[in-house]
């Protein structure tokens, strides 16, 4: 017996499908989630969800609690940024994704975004899974920087066990002895994932490489590792972005990346 | 500017003392932690806890809400568990010291013991770590798995930033390649924290290693690279531990670890 | 200044192209290499290449001084290895590529093989580098376990440096944590490398994975990634492989992977 | 079965002792190796010998083929630093250590060596392992950046099968994500690897710390988690030496070192 269950493949052979709005993860399904790192300004983000519309996207992210490794770094913007999002998401009719970091902060998250993002910090906070286990709201689960795929899985049971089977697993890169790069992108979790369980995953480009010209390349590779879609940092001008700049797309690059997107998921389809 | 001030050793050059009962971390104050994994019964931990006083320990330790990577193994047993621990604790004359995992926890944890840990795995839960920051406990941080030390002082800053001056840190080792450990002591991680902070740091060579064999070695180790002070997993019967019972030591094994430790002191003392 | 120079995109902007008969790599080029992982039959493996060849590989590799890790595995052929090599190369008009351990051995080697390889273990092996910089052979170039690309490039750097222009980068994996596969293929490096270099860079995601099922996703990854070619691990029947069979391919494998090839690199193309 | 057979301690259940000279490893004895990381000049070399030797060193080390990450650094003196080192060796009464990188040079260096090295770059470099296992010269196997204990062993069983039984191991740090220190010596590994063979095992505490400050705390924690000796580097002006000099004590700092190692090894001794 493996020692995960209820997310293993041998116990639902079929995947599951998480569904958000227009967004779909799953059994066929693939989606693109992108966003500024962090929620900053009201009318920049409307503006920036609308041409993420525009170009394809099916899912709006932005930050209000940011886990920032220095207390004083810009922390987010806690409530009026779940404002701002929320009302972004609904100029550009996108569903909305944003990080939960404690569970005191549940109950307001719950109340405008439209998915819940555990980050990697908190991938084995025991109380905050079984919290978002017990909610109807579908789960954005990020790998932990070093945790293996038993782990991360094991993280997932702890959602699916108090009830909640919606949850997507993201793979955003692991802890390794290379300094080039933010992290590694674990490109074989991408499949070896899929082969072990039902959930789907996706790929956070942003977060592996930590640098914006790398974003294109890796994201492509994750499409073709069989990854069920992408969460991709997009900001309009990433050169005064209050967290994550570098690994921040600009509007039209993002755009370019989706142009070529179809095809791309067309040969996979074929294959 | 290091990223970190309030915990810098150029902030302030003399060591902090922690002093939690007859425990005393720091300044030249060196202390031994031990006890059981987890609280399992009432009985062997008070008798335990007498045999640890009687061969020179300072402080008991037991965990009564684990950390576990499965949802389906032993989780601790809560509140009973905090008042076995408090009656043990009376009994041998030891203050205690127990992690918190959830911030909803802590009020709790407060009124039982005597030192709050923070785990591995909350190393960066920074709402806990604030929460931990606010009250007159001092706190026991433990490095995160994949944490560098940069990270780690700034989780102690968060801490501290918040006014709890007392934290002393845990070297519990970090995960590696190497699979024939459960993970990997950085002992030099030990001299480098006391040059960079005046924060007090002590090892815990249990999970460092997984082994048994190999804890006794590796805290002998960790004394003469600088340590402050020991936290050692101690269980009557390990091979019935409801969790790490591989890596505890037997109550003699203890003993016989402390007989040895005053004449290496010395020789640490006198270089 | 980069510590590297010779390699350095800085020093050369156009694409070095490394052509090895029927094979090319790098300035829009792109070939797949293919074959056991060691030599171990010479009718076998004569009928493999054909079956390579007509599949639309464009190099044949196969090991015949094995690198191993316990002395009492099997080593390879050696010479007589060289020579089914040569001789099932010759029987399928594909030039071959083969490892040279030991600098006693290059010689020897030059005279059957049309590329040489440097393995990972050998990425540091300063004195093989130098050697095989100073012949006319194209060199296939494998990342360290544990090099960082700035050391892998220093590797390249000592064997252009010695006037071998010809050199061809392979990244196979690195070693993590992870233990659910063989290394982590660090997908981030190949869009990395060429931005730092002008040199070709292929990947093999046999070593990189260790499972026969991650092969096709991963190489499909490192496709999309920028690679300049493949290096993949086939075997007739892999259950009864001397060495790696875990990870390799069977020959209807690879010909179903390389019937979607096409359409990937052309989508690679118009992006 | 064990992978490894002839260094195993199931095999042969007491130490093997390798003695060079006045110095000996295992079987309760313990050396000191120290020295400059290469050799510079002859003069100071020799002068530094006599200082080493007074101050209670049993061995010289110094390289003269030098493995460098860059071919622009500085590759070491060859032959004629050879000369020196054995120069110095024969004034101060003490054995002499170095590294050997090429089989090609192997003969030379047997002439003027009575200690051969092999360096964490070629502990796989196993043509190089079989010729030192043919050799009546004690070998010193330093571990591998990222070799596992059974890839290290499986090395040193290399050259046993060889013949030559004179084999001491050297932990010199592994590569981790922490960038703080050069390295990560493993000091679990010490009592490990004595558990699992026969072998005796030194530690190196300036490779894998880096920073001459951390070298005697480490040095000291190696001597308790029960290494045969040590491998220290010193230059007499560490400023302007040409490789490690940021790692290199200085003669003094090993004389005070020296000084406190009698009562450390009676304290480990008494346990």
């Known amino acids: 017996m493996p020692l995960y269950n209820l997310v293993s493949r041998e116990t639902q052979a079929e995947d599951t499908v998480v569904q958000v709005g227009v967004a779909a993860f799953g059994g066929g399904n693939f989606s693109?989630?992108?966003?500024?790192?962090?929620?900053?300004?009201?009318?920049e983000l409307?503006?920036?969800?609308?041409?993420?519309?525009?170009?394809?996207?099916?899912?709006?992210?932005?930050?209000v609690f940011k886990p920032r490794t220095s207390p004083y770094s810009f922390q987010g913007l806690g409530k009026e940024g779940l404002q701002f999002l929320a009302e972004a998401g609904a100029?550009?009719?996108?569903?909305?994704?944003?990080?939960?970091?404690?569970?005191?902060d549940l109950d307001l998250v719950l109340q405008y975004a439209d998915m819940i993002q555990i980050g990697s910090r908190n991938m084995q906070n025991f109380g905050l899974l079984r919290e978002v286990g017990r909610v109807k709201h579908p789960v954005l689960l990020?790998?932990?920087?070093?945790?293996?795929?038993?782990?991360w899985?094991?993280?997932?049971?702890y959602i699916v066990?108090?009830?909640?089977?919606?949850?997507?697993?993201c793979e955003r890169g692991i802890r390794t002895f290379e300094t080039a790069t933010r992290n590694t992108l674990d490109i074989s979790a991408i499949p070896l994932v899929k082969q072990l369980s039902h959930l789907p995953?996706?790929?956070?480009?942003?977060?592996?490489?930590?640098r914006r010209e790398l974003v294109p390349?890796?994201?492509?590779?994750?499409?073709?590792?069989?990854a069920d879609g992408l969460m991709i940092e997009v900001h309009p001008a990433p050169e005064r972005a209050l967290s994550d700049g570098a690994q921040s797309l600009r509007p039209h690059q993002l755009e370019q990346f989706m142009r070529g997107l179809p095809a791309l998921l067309q040969v996979r389809g074929n294959w």
Chains 1, 2, 3, 4 share one sequence.
């Open 217 to 226: 390349p890796v994201a492509r590779a994750a499409v073709m590792a069989g």
């Open 91 to 104: 100029a550009a009719e996108l569903p909305v994704v944003t990080e939960v970091l404690d569970v005191r």
């Open 46 to 63: 409307i503006e920036l969800a609308l041409q993420l519309k525009a170009c394809g996207v099916q899912m709006l992210r932005g930050g």
């Open 201 to 210: 995953v996706v790929a956070d480009p942003s977060h592996a490489t930590g």
């Open 153 to 157: 899985l094991l993280a997932a049971e």
């Open 161 to 169: 066990a108090e009830g909640n089977r919606q949850v997507v697993l």
């Open 142 to 151: 990020k790998r932990g920087l070093s945790a293996t795929l038993e782990e």
């Open 32 to 43: 693109v989630i992108a966003g500024p790192c962090a929620v900053e300004n009201r009318e």
